[in-house]
């Protein structure tokens, strides 16, 4: 008989806490619904108390919250199998932390499993890969994070683009003669599984580097060959341009040197005409769309101005690629494409087609590309006059060539 009367006993006191969360959520999801946020917020808090999984949920992903706070209700909500909230919290403290401070795979993976035994019905999306991605980094042993900082001097991700600040240390650490002395597998790999910012590409990148790790095995470590988003590849891009450039400039003192330092402000000129020109071309010509576009116009651009480069190093040693038709018909040819291209930008496009240039573009891509033909050939024909026709007429069939492009586009 006592046990009955202690389980009726406990029933009566568990109703009217289920009921007074019940209660505070509803009020506050009206409220918020009116717009009067702020006391739904302080229902949304009252309920979360008391213990609602729906609250809590509701404060992190209704409210703007420290990312403490938001990773606290995300995570007081999962532990009780709620399934967006668990889905949050997983992104928010690895797949989607970026930051050496955020990141917690341990308690990501604790988490999972009590919000597992808590509610079995809950799935994940790709739930094997994850879980086995959260196991790899799980098994690293334990940091302390500001004593990291402080003996190697260095600074977790700063919020700001490109979010690859904690991977960026990770190839430095990976590499010899970097503020983290002796490549360490560890290190590499535990930066690694503290700087992912995009689920996939952390994914793969810590699949690999765990096995290094088991292997006792320093693999140089280049985040560029794990990028799978458009932001990624566009910041890789950027990344890339920049070496090259870096490469292209050595060849420029090196062409400038070769033809004795005379002509350093043509090959200057040249150069800044031609890299405006092909910039304008890929921007606003070339018609790149979708996440990749700033990846596939900066791959464009260098591609571009490495062809130029090569092609120029033979132009000043009077090797110019020959043009089947004199200057005068080139230059006609030139004249009656770029009017037809102009008509055809007035046309309707097909809506599975990315938008054309506007014509106002298409003029200004084109009055640069008259201050790059001129600035090339007289460089050209600055050390070979007698090529300046032929420097003309191969600039000249390129550009009617490019023209014709974005038709055939």
Known sequence: MSKRLAIFLSCCVAFPAISAQTNALERANILFEQGDEEQAKSLYMA???????EAHFRLAYQYILSDQQSVYHYQQAALQGHQEALDNYLEKVFFRAGSISMSDPKSALETYQKAKQHNPALSLYGEE??????????????RDVEAFFERYDVKDEDGKWPFYDVWELAEQASREGSVFGKPDPELIFWLITRGGWVPAELSYAVKD?????????????????????GAGAGYCANRDALEQETRRQSELSALNAQLSGQYSALIEAAYNEMTTFVTLKAQQEEMHGGSGRGAWISESIQKQKNRYLEALEKAVQGHIESVLTPLAETDRRLNATYHEVMDYLKLPSPEYMLPKPQSFELREVQRQWLKHRDATCRLVTASHPSLKEQCLNWLTAQREKQLRDIMIQ
């Open 47 to 53: 309920a979360a108390e008391q213990g609602s999984a």
């Open 129 to 142: 890969q994850i879980i086995q991605t959260l196991r790899y980094a799980a098994e690293l042993p334990e």
């Open 209 to 229: 580097y765990y096995q290094h790790w088991k292997d006792n095995q320093v693999v140089p470590f280049n985040l560029c060959y794990y990028i799978s988003s």
